[in-house]
């Protein structure tokens, strides 16, 4: 299930920025694996293992990049684009989530821009979209039990995009 939520945050990430402005020429200086180690998440998640990572299929070309957390639960996955437009209006992206009827909210104190995105109720979790630069990063984490609510991810994302943040700014 959660492979599926982190599928519809794909999709929606690419609906939602196909009309805004990106850099057409911009090529990936980084990928998604490289974002956040798995020892910053087994910190970062209180002291929970995600396992190996494991790249998402992609064209060297391509400019997004995907690494999934699969090994054990809570399930995790890193999106990273690298063409946004740096220029690109703070809250655009969020408007165009609320737009599409989704459940999301601004996160202030995080890179340049950044909101947050609940999952279904069916299926817990949330992922927090956060600009830096020309990269946007899109990191989606279920929720530690089915019955936990979607916002219940949203303190240990929120730490995840902090340690993420650096590294893009770095890679400029």
């Not at 070309?61 to 063409?83: A, G």
Request: glycine fraction near 6%.
């Amino acid at each position: 299930m959660w492979k599926k939520a982190a599928l519809r945050s794909a999709i929606a990430t690419t609906w939602a920025f196909a009309s805004g402005a990106v850099l057409s020429a911009q090529s990936a200086s980084m990928d998604a694996c490289s974002v956040l180690t798995r020892e910053e998440i087994k910190t970062l998640a209180g002291n929970r293992d995600p396992g190996a990572p494991s790249p998402g299929q992609y064209k060297p070309s391509d400019p997004v990049s995907t690494c999934y957390w699969q090994q054990t639960s809570p399930k995790s996955s890193v999106n990273l684009w690298s063409n946004v437009s740096p220029d690109e209006p703070k809250g655009l992206a969020l408007k165009q989530m609320l737009d599409r009827g989704k459940q999301a909210r601004a996160v202030a104190g995080v890179g340049d821009d950044a909101f947050f995105v609940e999952d279904s109720k069916e299926s817990p979790g949330g992922s927090l979209y956060v600009r830096v630069g020309h990269y946007r990063v899109i990191i989606h984490r279920e929720a530690d039990t089915p019955l936990a609510k979607s916002d219940s991810v949203l303190p240990t994302l929120t730490a995840l995009a902090k340690a993420a943040v650096p590294k893009l700014r770095k890679a400029g």
